[in-house]
Structure formats: structure tokens, C-alpha cells
């Protein structure tokens, strides 16, 4: 969640090939659909928080530290 604005939940790419001749991957991707405002205060220096929110599992990070959001913020550059 970026600090202002309203939580923004993973979308998983399960829709992605996880296998081919040569392969068979077990690793998932989730992504995140941040819109231009939430881009802009990451930019300006807004902190950042992630968290599971499932009814076996709760965890959250707040804020996730600084050399994680910076590297996740190069990412979006």
C-alpha cells in the first residue's frame, strides 16, 4: 500500500505458460496495478507497505524498508 491511498491487491499472471520442452517453472509472479498518483508519491518519497491478508495468514511489512522500496521503485522506472 503506498502511504495516502487505498490498498491495491496482487493480481496472480496464472494465466501464464508454466512449462515447455525444455523446462517446467514453479515459480509465480504477482503484479500490482499502481496508477500515475501512486507512482508519483513513491517518486516523492511516500513510504511503502505490503501485507498477506488471508484468514489462515496476516503479515504485514510497515513500512517495507527503505533499500527494498528503492530497488521495487528502480523496477518501475
Known amino acids: 500500500m503506498v502511504a495516502g491511498f487505498e490498498k491495491s491487491f496482487a493480481i496472480a499472471d496464472e494465466d501464464l505458460p508454466r512449462e515447455n520442452?525444455?523446462?517446467?517453472?514453479?515459480?509465480?509472479?504477482?503484479?500490482?496495478?499502481l496508477t500515475v498518483p501512486m507512482l508519483t508519491a513513491l517518486k516523492s518519497g511516500a513510504s511503502l507497505s505490503a501485507g498477506v491478508d488471508h484468514d489462515a495468514y496476516r503479515h504485514a511489512v510497515e513500512p517495507v524498508p527503505d533499500r527494498i522500496r528503492a530497488s521495487l521503485l528502480g523496477d518501475l522506472n
Not at 525444455?22 to 496495478?33: D, I, N, P, W
Open 21 to 33: 520442452d525444455e523446462k517446467t517453472s514453479a515459480v509465480h509472479f504477482l503484479r500490482f496495478e
